[in-house]
């Protein structure tokens, strides 16, 4: 089993900066991808940005040159920088992890959510 602990989440002026963190823990044989996703209220849960092992991103278009996924490799953990903050990023933000472990092979493990509260 995987266990994921985010943390950052709050509430902050438009314009403003968070940074979220995900430590993952557990059985990790090694991470595949590790990412965020959000879901506003009413809406569907969607990407915000992905980090794969190799160090290649993905980012929303929504998002793009505000956010910053990065990830420490010793430490399993995963942060997105999000900078220029808007109303419409409010959300309750998801930790997504996916590992390779022993049994079975392949894990996909989501965090609890944290609650990011943008203020106009």
């Known amino acids: 089993q995987v266990q994921l602990v985010e943390s950052g989440g709050g509430l902050v002026q438009a314009g403003g900066s968070l940074r979220l963190s995900c430590a993952a823990s557990g059985s990790i044989l090694s991470t595949i991808a590790m990412g965020w996703y959000r879901q506003a209220p009413g809406k569907q849960r969607e990407l915000v940005a992905t980090?794969?092992?190799?160090?290649?991103?993905n980012y929303a278009d929504s998002v793009k040159g505000r956010f910053t996924i990065s990830r420490d490799n010793a430490k399993n953990t995963v942060y997105l920088q999000m900078n220029g903050l808007k109303p419409e990023d409010t959300a309750v933000y998801y930790c997504?992890?996916?590992?390779?472990?022993?049994?079975?092979?392949?894990?996909?493990?989501w965090g609890k959510g944290t609650l990011v509260t943008v203020s106009s």
């Open positions: 997504n992890v996916q590992v390779r472990q022993w049994a079975p092979p392949r894990g996909d493990y």
């Open positions: 980090i794969f092992s190799g160090g290649s991103t």
